[in-house]
């Protein structure tokens, strides 16, 4: 099992500039979610998603749109990147069971600089 | 507000001692903290979880200690190597029903040998 890929693992963009960041899981979890980790801040959630076809904003959803058509993928999109939005992404996913306060396993992250 | 702290920022200890991380938390009923371990450039992993009716947990050389009157969590690497040295992350879930996991800010453990 691959467990949680993220692709890519670096980009550069320039402001304005648009792209989606792809999060895939093979563990058939029920959870998705995606963290920016920035200096200094820590892990923060920007969105997440309970199921196929449902997302849910998290602390800093401004700038970013997601969807997850399949249950095994997570996309997240930057519609007009801006210098802020440079950070390093998490993808993250954990399965439901009876206790919603499992673990999550992350993904190896998407370094992204904004110009 | 909901709030989690991570008092130090870094830590640094010889090999061989006891590492004790502290997360301090607020206004989180019930609280599940969970603790994960995070290598430079890497993402984190989970190490353990407690729950708020839980006054210890241990996993090999780790143990975490629950403290719902103070609401503080302590961390602890026991005999601690040179291999330890990461940054430690304690985090919570919202509340009953919340699919939020919030995270401290985080200690960079460096194990000196």
């Known amino acids: 099992n691959a467990g949680v890929t993220q692709t890519p693992k670096f980009r550069v963009l320039k402001t304005g500039q648009s792209m989606t960041l792809l999060c895939a899981q093979d563990m058939n979890h029920e959870y998705m979610y995606w963290y920016r980790q920035d200096p200094g801040m820590g892990l923060r959630l920007i969105h997440y998603?309970?199921?196929?076809?449902?997302?849910a904003k998290g602390e800093v959803p401004d700038g970013y749109n997601v969807s997850r058509l399949k249950k095994q993928n997570f996309l997240l999109g930057l519609e007009s990147a801006a210098p802020s939005q440079t950070s390093v992404y998490f993808c993250a996913s954990t399965h439901s069971g009876k206790s919603s306060y499992n673990e999550q396993f992350f993904g190896p992250g998407t370094r992204l600089t904004v110009l | 507000s909901q709030k989690i702290e991570q008092n130090s920022e870094a830590l640094n200890i010889q090999e061989g001692k006891t590492a004790t991380l502290t997360c301090n938390y607020t206004?989180?009923?019930?609280?599940?903290l969970q603790w994960y371990r995070q290598d430079p450039g890497r993402g984190p992993v989970f190490l353990l979880l407690i729950r708020e009716n839980e006054k210890e947990k241990r996993k090999e050389r780790l143990k975490v200690t629950f403290d719902t009157t103070l609401k503080q969590s302590l961390f602890h690497i026991t005999a601690s190597q040179p291999a330890d040295s990461a940054t430690y992350l304690c985090a919570l879930y919202s509340g009953a029903g919340s699919y939020q996991l919030t995270f401290g800010k985080g200690t960079k453990l460096s194990v000196i040998p």
């Open positions: 206004n989180y009923s019930p609280a599940y």
């Open positions: 998603s309970v199921g196929e076809g449902t997302t």
